[in-house]
């Protein structure tokens, strides 16, 4: 054979001949890159059930995944169609009530009778600087229109294209019925293309693995109790569309810094400017025991201390992962987030000096 080295035609040719079919492989897969990487995602989530009923010779490996697709789609297929009607006509009311007159006539009309532009204008006046009521008005309105526009787009998209959603949920089920029977030798075979170290290559997907694990079980459950109790809270104190502020909580709970009081703060305002000082004070403590209990007790223990990324990065891989993918953002930013820190670890430990004693 031929000695291959920078100079060797062979080599190039080779090269761009493999570059070419790695190009047309991402092209011919491209539509399906999202079922395949929450495919990966579910897999490695899953994979402690899987562990779990996989007991051979008893039960071989074939048997337990397909039991672990069932459990995922008892827990996540039904739901989904199940709410997914009763949240699109929610959260196009939540956008029409916002475009109408009346609910502007409502804010001028809390603004008015409770004389909290007043109070809010005596604090700014420390500041030099005043509201008015349109500023407040507008502001509460877009926002308001923002928020119910986006999950009715989300909730839309999946209700309107209703074959198109089962068909990627079952083939998201496959992907993750053939990672868990054979993601072993699959892992195996890309490390050992990869050219990277050995130990670089499982630091990296020990990373993944991690941060999956942390948003989808740690915040994902911690959400789900989150929006499940609060959307109880608001149905009990008779506020309108209970079932999609318990959705919205859901979804900001994944969100740390701010989580579900971008809801409460402003609902506990509302309530002590009405003059509903006791339901107030029920949601004051309401949120503190159950935004405490599940970021200072649960979280931890769930998920521990393995992912050790700033909330404040978090926050912002969140945020910006939804404005980029919509809800499929909550899971892309942090495992973006999480490839980028972990490849400037990589840097850092082993190339970093090389690079800066071979200055240009």
Not at 198 to 216: N, P, S, W, Y
Not at 286 to 301: A, D, H, I, M, N
């Amino acid at each position: 054979m031929a000695e291959l080295n920078t100079r060797n035609p062979i080599l190039w040719f080779f090269l761009i001949c493999f570059i070419i079919t790695i190009f047309g492989m991402g092209w011919l897969l491209s539509s399906f890159i999202p079922i395949l990487i929450l495919g990966a995602v579910g897999a490695s989530v899953c994979y402690p059930l899987y562990a779990t009923i996989h007991r051979p010779p008893r039960i071989g490996a074939p048997v337990a995944a397909f039991a672990t697709c069932f459990i995922v789609f008892l827990i996540l297929f039904i739901p989904i169609v199940f709410f997914v009607g009763s949240l699109t006509q929610q959260a196009l009311g939540l956008y029409e009530m916002a475009k109408g007159a009346v609910f502007n006539d409502q804010i001028n009309t809390l603004l008015t009778e409770t004389h909290l532009l007043e109070r809010i204008n005596t604090v700014l006046s420390n500041f030099n600087y005043e509201l008015t009521g349109n500023e407040i008005k507008n502001g509460v309105s877009e926002i308001v229109r923002q928020v119910g526009f986006f999950l009715y787009e989300q909730a839309r998209n999946i209700a309107s294209n209703t074959l198109s959603f089962v068909i990627n949920f079952f083939l998201m089920l496959m992907v993750i019925y053939f990672l868990l029977v054979d993601g072993r030798p699959l892992v195996s075979y890309i490390i050992d293309l990869s050219p990277l170290p050995m130990d670089q290559e499982r630091l990296l997907i020990g990373k993944f693995r991690k941060m999956t694990h942390a948003v989808l079980i740690g915040n994902g459950i911690a959400g789900v109790l989150q929006g499940v109790f609060g959307g109880v809270l608001f149905w009990i104190s008779g506020f309108p569309s209970a079932f999609l502020w318990g959705v919205i909580m859901g979804l900001l709970a994944f969100i740390p810094i701010v989580g579900i009081g971008v809801v409460f703060i402003p609902t506990i305002i509302y309530l002590v400017a009405k003059g509903r000082i006791a339901l107030s004070i029920v949601f004051i403590v309401f949120y503190l025991v159950v935004s405490g209990c599940t970021e200072y007790l649960f979280k931890p223990r769930l998920v521990g201390k393995q992912v050790k990324i700033h909330p404040l990065l978090i926050f912002f891989a969140i945020i910006g992962g939804l404005k980029m993918f919509g809800l499929l953002g909550i899971i892309y930013g942090p495992l973006m987030v999480t490839a980028f820190l972990t490849m400037a670890d990589i840097y850092r430990a082993n190339y970093q000096q090389f690079v800066e004693s071979n200055p240009q």
